[in-house]
């Protein structure tokens, strides 16, 4: 089973609220990974755990906010965002970050802010 | 510095003819390739990965890719397009430096008409 979930599929929240995303897979992956994507536009890289360690930040503002808190789960917490921040969040995972690995994806948040 | 380069924004073909989505890749050290595709607010799928081996690569739904060294290529065909195959297709190569980052190309988006 090469399943990745995310949850919600949709939200909406305004530039004072506070909300989070979160992603699961029962694959036994030890790297997981944030992506931002734009409509019509390759996925960019925000974040990425390795064995549960933040081992890239991308220079995300700090209004992002991620968590590991085990090999299975990881958090996006989300306060003050802008409108520019309204786009398809992914997750994925691979078995080792440590080696060149095919990532899977989830299906994505679509995050809109007012 | 690695990149990936997809040099068509579209690609029109219409079904039952074979189709080709060009990806050309420049990388320090082995390169590692994947294409996957992305439907209407869905998540990344994976298709195939060249990793080493055999220079032509089966995938998914029919899929296959032919890895050129000295062309430095990766494109990616079918040889009988079905409508159900338009979609967003990305290429990506293993960022050289880090084996648990990918660097995705601009993506080419595939229609197939019927």
Redesign the interface.
Known sequence: D?E?T?TPKHLVMGMTNKKSLKCEQHMGHR?MYWYKQKA????E?MF?Y?YEKL??NESVPSRFSPECPNSSLLNLHLHALQPEDSA?Y?C?S?LD????D???????T?LTVL | AQSVAQPEDQVNVAEGNPLTVKCTYSVSGNPYLFWYVQYPNRGLQFLLKYITGDNLVKGSYGFEAEFNKSQTSFHLKKPSALVSDSALYFCAVRDGNRDDKIIFGKGTRLHILP
Not at chain 1, 40 to 43: A, C, D, M
Not at chain 1, 102 to 108: H, I, L
């Open positions: 090469t990745v995310q790297a019509k536009k390759p996925p890289l990425v390795s081992s890239i398809l992914l994925a691979n970050g440590m080696k060149p095919t990532q899977y994806f989830g299906p994505g679509r």
